[in-house]
């Protein structure tokens, strides 16, 4: 499956921003979708995930309560809203597909990956 991110820019602090992953190639619904981000000298981050059966969502420490992630199978699209931004958000995101499993921490469990896109939040 191929996934394209699409939606970062700059924002100030306390802003929101929604993400976009668009997914082709391969029947999207067999796919659990994660959003991953990486700043700067750091190592890759789980943000949220939702199962291929849209039925579970995990998030990270960082992001619960402020994103929220979701999904649009006929659209073969997923999402990432974030909200109440931080400068500490500031990172490429990243989305990632693993088929038909659960929703996994961890980044090498993820077989496919979009390029990224910038978020900045400025303070």
């Known amino acids: 499956v191929q996934l394209v991110e699409s939606g970062g820019g700059l924002v100030q602090a306390g802003g929101s921003l929604r993400l976009s992953c668009q997914a082709s190639?391969?029947?999207?619904?067999?796919?659990?979708m994660a959003w991953f981000r990486q700043a700067s000298g750091k190592e890759r981050e789980f943000v949220a995930g939702i199962s291929w059966r849209g039925s579970s969502t995990d998030y990270g420490d960082s992001s619960e309560g402020r994103f929220t992630i979701s999904r649009d199978n006929a659209k073969s699209m997923a999402y990432l809203q974030m909200t109440s931004l931080k400068p500490e958000d500031t990172a490429v995101y990243y989305c990632a597909a693993r088929w038909r499993s659960y929703v996994d921490f961890g980044a090498t469990q993820y077989a496919y990956w979009g390029q990224g896109t910038q978020v900045t939040v400025s303070s």
């Open positions: 190639g391969r029947t999207f619904s067999d796919f659990t």
